[in-house]
């Protein structure tokens, strides 16, 4: 069975940087899109960026644009979030996410999640 397995949280102070990488545990791994969504206290989980598997189109959330950077190592089944700039409102918990179906930011059309990792801001 395929796991999602993320890294790189941590805490940074504003204007800082962070990376997070995501990487799926399985050689055979069949995705469509993989995304980037994130989850503050008391907030509704939210999409942040995901990136098209075959071809490589990415979108971003108008609030990260310019700031954060997803890419890929597609042989070694990895995404990564460079994320540059971060303020106090980017703390989250960030999951990726892979869909099978579809290159979308729905959140409900992602069926495989990782288990998260913690980033966060301070002033």
């Known amino acids: 069975q395929v796991q999602l397995e993320e890294s790189g949280g941590g805490l940074v102070q504003a204007g800082g940087s962070v990376r997070l990488s995501c990487v799926a545990s399985?050689?055979?791994?069949?995705?469509?899109?993989m995304g980037w969504f994130r989850q503050a206290t008391g907030k509704d989980r939210e999409f942040v960026a995901n990136?098209?598997?075959?071809?490589?189109?990415?979108d971003y959330a108008d609030s990260v644009k310019g700031r954060f950077t997803m890419s890929r190592d597609y042989d070694k089944n990895t995404v990564f979030l460079e994320m540059n700039n971060l303020q106090p409102e980017d703390t989250a918990v960030y999951y990726c996410?892979?869909?099978?179906?579809?290159?979308?930011?729905?959140?409900?059309?992602?069926?495989?999640w990782g288990q998260g990792t913690q980033v966060t801001v301070s002033l």
């Open positions: 996410a892979s869909s099978s179906s579809t290159y979308t930011r729905r959140i409900w059309s992602y069926e495989l």
């Open positions: 399985a050689r055979s791994f069949h995705t469509v899109a």
């Open positions: 990136i098209r598997w075959s071809g490589g189109t990415i």
